[in-house]
C-alpha cells in the first residue's frame, strides 16, 4: 500500500466555527475537509480532530460554521486560527465575525462565502478524527473571488512554489541561498521568493532578514528555523 496516493486528493481550506452554548465561548479552526453530502436537504460534512477544542465545542453546541477562504488569504490569517489551540488564546479576538443562526460563530473575514450547518450525525472516523453531517440552516455568498485550494496554499502560500508555477519570479541570487523551515508549523522560508507580506523582497538571505522578522504562518521567532 502506499500511502501518497492519499496526498493526490484535492481539499480546500475552510475556517470551522463553534460554539460552546451553555458556558458562551466561541472557537474557531482551520480545516481542508469540508464537503458536501447531500443536496435534499442541502448537508455538508467536517472531519475534526478529536484533539481540537473546536471538536468539542461542536459536540457541545450541535451547530458548526463554515467559511470558505479566498485565495488571497493572508498566511497570517491562516497561522492565527490553524497553528494554536484556543484552549491557550482567544483566537477570535481580533477576527470579524457574526453570530447568526445556529450560535457557532461565522467568520467572515477573507471569506467568499458562509454556510451554518445544525449536527445531524456524528461519525467516528477512527482513532484521530470525527465527521460532523449537518444540514444546512444558513448559508451566505460574500465575494466573487477564486476559494483557496489546500494544494495552491501548500505550493504558493507557504513558499515551496514549483517552477513551473505562474507565480514563480526566476531570480538569480548571487551565491546560492539557504532555506530555512519554521520548526513549529513547518512554513519555510525560500530567499529566492522572499516573505511578500512582511515586505521582505526576493533575494534577502535568511541571515539577513531583520531581528524582529517572524514566521508569517505561525509568528515564530527567527530562533525557531532551522537550516534545510
Ligand atoms: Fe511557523
Redesign the pocket.
Known amino acids: 500500500m502506499d500511502t501518497k496516493a492519499l496526498y493526490k486528493i484535492n481539499y480546500g481550506l475552510y475556517v470551522i466555527g463553534a460554539g460552546d452554548k451553555e458556558g458562551g465561548e466561541l472557537n474557531a479552526q482551520i480545516a481542508n475537509t469540508v464537503i458536501q453530502v447531500c443536496s435534499q436537504p442541502p448537508t455538508i460534512a467536517v472531519c475534526l480532530n478529536k484533539e481540537n477544542l473546536t471538536h468539542d465545542m461542536i459536540k457541545k453546541g450541535g451547530a458548526f460554521s463554515v467559511s470558505i477562504l479566498a485565495q488571497d488569504t493572508p498566511l497570517s490569517f491562516i497561522?492565527g486560527l490553524g497553528?494554536r489551540s484556543g484552549r491557550d488564546v482567544d483566537k477570535l479576538k481580533d477576527i470579524d465575525y457574526g453570530l447568526d443562526v445556529t450560535g457557532a460563530p461565522v467568520i467572515n473575514e477573507n471569506a467568499i462565502a458562509t454556510i451554518e450547518a445544525k449536527v445531524t450525525s456524528t461519525v467516528d472516523a477512527g482513532k484521530t478524527h470525527t465527521m460532523f453531517i449537518g444540514e444546512v440552516v444558513a448559508a451566505e455568498l460574500l465575494r466573487p473571488e477564486e476559494p483557496m485550494t489546500y494544494a495552491y496554499y501548500q505550493q504558493v502560500k507557504r513558499g515551496t512554489t514549483p517552477k513551473t508555477a505562474p507565480s514563480y519570479q526566476e531570480k538569480k541570487p548571487e551565491k546560492e541561498m539557504a532555506k530555512y523551515e519554521?520548526?513549529?508549523?513547518?512554513?519555510i522560508y525560500d530567499p529566492e521568493l522572499g516573505d511578500p507580506e512582511s515586505n521582505i523582497k526576493p533575494g534577502i538571505s535568511f541571515e539577513d532578514l531583520p531581528d524582529n522578522w517572524?514566521?508569517?504562518?505561525?509568528?515564530?521567532a527567527k530562533a525557531?528555523?532551522k537550516k534545510m
Open positions: 497561522g497553528f519554521c520548526s513549529i508549523c513547518g512554513y517572524h514566521c508569517p504562518v505561525c509568528g515564530a525557531a528555523f
